[in-house]
Structures are given as structure tokens and as C-alpha cells.
């Protein structure tokens, strides 16, 4: 889930070139703001606290929370912001460099060292982290649906949509089986 969430942070990136029009340049960062602050919230929430624990040291940890930060002053930056601002553009390619940087990091040392250290507990933990990633989204439904609106072509987001949709649906119908049996 970590990696598709980079995944996806960095296609919405390659979407974004100099001369777009503004109102497409915004609505491609404030996509991109969205999913990296959903992401940044779960990992701190589940995913680092459960690596602090399985680790004798949290150094590799501190890094990410303080990349987090960086990340995060960035995004407050952008959102303070017109896309026709001299600084809109440089300033994203800053934040981007900070996720791909962020991105491998996490892929290449992390990743490697949950998959060792937690492998019976990823799949409790990816569930945990969806079922999060529901109600962090929730509220941001109609910011997200208009994002894909001025961002994709209309077949991809009416497909990306329904898989969406689909998706919380049966998550939804997962945790309420799960629930009734608990």
C-alpha cells in the first residue's frame, strides 16, 4: 500500500509541466498535497509506531517523521500560493524531490526491514491502514473528485471512480463481516 501510494503521488507529478494551465497545475498539486498528507498521517499513526517496536533503534524512523515535516512546510507553502506565483512551480519540484527522495529511502531501507521484522503483522497492519485511509478520505470526497475532474480524462476517471467506489464498498462489507463475528 506504502508503494502504491508513492506510485501514485509520483504519476500525478508527471502530469505536471511548466506551461499547464493554472487551474490544471492546482488541482494536480492539490491532488498530490492531499494524498501525501493522508499517507504521511497513516504511517505515522500505524506503520512507524509499529516499526519503533520492532526495532532496537528508531533513527530510520525520526528521519521519516522529520522528512514528513519538511514535506508538510512545503505543502502549507503551496496551499499559500496562486499557481501564477513566480515561486508555484519551483516550489513544488522542491517537494517532489523531498517524496521521490522520501520514496526511495522508505522503498529501499524500510520496506525491506517491515517485510523482515513485521511479515506476520502486514497484512493486519495494511487492513488497519485502509480502514484509516476511509476516514481520512471521507471527508475530502468531494475536493478529491474534483481534483480527478480537472486532472484525468474522463475514461480513466469515471473507471478510477467506480473502482474507487467499488473498493470502499467491499472494504466496507469486509469490516462488517469482520466486526459481526468479532
Given amino acids: 500500500m506504502i508503494r502504491t501510494d508513492h506510485s501514485h503521488v509520483l504519476s500525478v507529478f508527471h502530469q505536471y509541466e511548466t506551461d499547464t494551465s493554472p487551474q490544471t497545475k492546482k488541482a494536480l498539486v492539490n491532488s498530490a498535497c492531499l494524498s501525501l498528507e493522508i499517507?504521511?498521517?497513516?504511517?505515522?499513526?500505524?506503520?512507524?509506531?509499529?516499526?519503533?517496536?520492532?526495532?532496537?533503534?528508531?533513527?530510520?524512523?525520526?528521519?521519516?517523521?522529520?522528512?514528513?515535516?519538511?514535506?508538510?512546510?512545503?505543502?502549507?507553502?503551496?496551499?499559500?500560493?496562486?499557481?501564477?506565483?513566480?515561486?508555484?512551480?519551483?516550489?513544488?519540484?522542491?517537494?517532489?524531490?523531498?517524496?521521490?527522495?522520501?520514496?526511495?529511502?522508505?522503498?529501499?531501507?524500510?520496506?525491506?526491514?517491515?517485510?523482515?521484522?513485521?511479515?506476520?503483522?502486514?497484512?493486519?497492519?495494511?487492513?488497519?491502514?485502509?480502514?484509516?485511509?476511509?476516514?481520512?478520505?471521507?471527508?475530502?470526497?468531494?475536493?478529491?473528485?474534483m481534483n480527478g475532474v480537472r486532472t484525468m480524462q474522463t475514461g480513466t476517471l469515471v473507471m478510477t471512480t467506480g473502482a474507487a467506489v467499488a473498493g470502499a464498498y467491499l472494504l466496507k462489507k469486509v469490516f462488517e463481516r469482520g466486526h459481526h463475528h468479532a
Fill in 39 to 145: 499517507h504521511a498521517q497513516l504511517e505515522e499513526e500505524i506503520f512507524y509506531p509499529a516499526m519503533r517496536q520492532a526495532m532496537a533503534e528508531s533513527a530510520t524512523v525520526d528521519k521519516s517523521v522529520s522528512e514528513h515535516e519538511e514535506m508538510r512546510r512545503l505543502i502549507t507553502q503551496l496551499r499559500g500560493m496562486e499557481p501564477t506565483d513566480p515561486q508555484y512551480d519551483e516550489t513544488f519540484m522542491s517537494l517532489m524531490r523531498d517524496v521521490l527522495h522520501h520514496a526511495a529511502e522508505e522503498e529501499t531501507i524500510m520496506l525491506p526491514k517491515a517485510e523482515r521484522l513485521l511479515g506476520n503483522r502486514l497484512a493486519e497492519l495494511g487492513a488497519e491502514m485502509m480502514k484509516r485511509r476511509l476516514e481520512l478520505s471521507a471527508p475530502h470526497a468531494g475536493e478529491i473528485a
